[in-house]
């Protein structure tokens, strides 16, 4: 079975992934969510609601997992920290797949990994707190840009995202076009 690391963090957008987490093929993948807190301390995402993630920080061994998901969400206090952008820096640098959408790049900034590839997110350069870690001028004003192996997304662009992602991992086949088309468009069914 091939595992997938998710990050949750205080604010994590659970809208931004819920469709990746509901598509992923569970037979197939196990989904494995971390936080920077200690064991057992909850996460509240920006719906107000909980989770305890799996695992800690530290319990992290990237050769384990086949790719690494960011949520958006507010990034900024976690610009410095140095554990999380070095997980993040070895998916990179081990070519695995890393998806990250809305305000979630931001730590791929952070980790030196947007000087490196072209990208989009849900920040622009007002949004003072993020500009030492963004590289504008790799931005691309588009919704889902996908370089390399690295797959970024706008924040309302969350069904393309996980599209992408499922197609990137294996879940869904390549050529697929609208693996998710039951939540593009409503139906009677």
């Given at each position: 079975?091939?595992?997938?690391?998710?990050?949750?963090?205080?604010?994590?957008?659970?809208?931004?992934?819920?469709?990746?987490?509901?598509?992923?093929?569970?037979?197939e993948?196990?989904?494995?969510?971390?936080?920077?807190?200690?064991?057992?301390?909850?996460?509240?995402?920006?719906?107000?609601?909980?989770?305890?993630?799996?695992?800690?920080?530290?319990?992290?061994?990237?050769?384990?997992?086949?790719?690494?998901?960011?949520?958006?969400?507010?990034?900024?206090?976690?610009?410095?920290?140095?554990?999380?952008?070095?997980?993040?820096?070895?998916?990179?640098?081990?070519?695995?797949?890393?998806?990250?959408?809305?305000?979630?790049?931001?730590?791929?900034?952070?980790?030196?990994?947007?000087?490196e590839?072209?990208?989009?997110?849900?920040?622009?350069?007002?949004?003072?707190?993020?500009?030492?870690?963004?590289?504008?001028?790799?931005?691309?004003?588009?919704?889902?840009?996908?370089?390399?192996?690295?797959?970024?997304?706008?924040?309302?662009?969350?069904?393309?995202?996980?599209?992408?992602?499922?197609?990137?991992?294996?879940?869904?086949?390549?050529?697929?076009?609208?693996?998710?088309?039951?939540?593009?468009?409503?139906?009677?069914?």
């Amino acid at each position: 079975m091939k595992k997938i690391l998710l990050f949750i963090y205080d604010s994590f957008a659970e809208f931004e992934i819920v469709l990746f987490t509901t598509a992923l093929n569970q037979e197939e993948f196990q989904l494995v969510t971390f936080s920077t807190k200690p064991a057992g301390e909850t996460v509240t995402g920006v719906s107000s609601m909980s989770y305890v993630p799996t695992l800690t920080i530290e319990d992290i061994d990237v050769n384990e997992f086949e790719a690494l998901v960011i949520p958006g969400g507010t990034t900024h206090p976690l610009l410095t920290h140095q554990p999380l952008q070095a997980i993040i820096r070895a998916f990179y640098d081990q070519h695995k797949t890393i998806a990250a959408i809305c305000g979630g790049p931001a730590l791929l900034g952070a980790a030196g990994i947007l000087q490196e590839i072209t990208f989009t997110a849900s920040l622009t350069p007002d949004d003072h707190e993020y500009n030492d870690v963004m590289h504008w001028d790799n931005k691309l004003e588009q919704m889902l840009v996908v370089d390399r192996q690295v797959i970024t997304a706008t924040g309302s662009n969350y069904v393309q995202f996980a599209e992408e992602v499922l197609r990137r991992i294996g879940s869904v086949p390549e050529d697929e076009q609208n693996p998710l088309q039951y939540f593009r468009e409503p139906s009677m069914n």
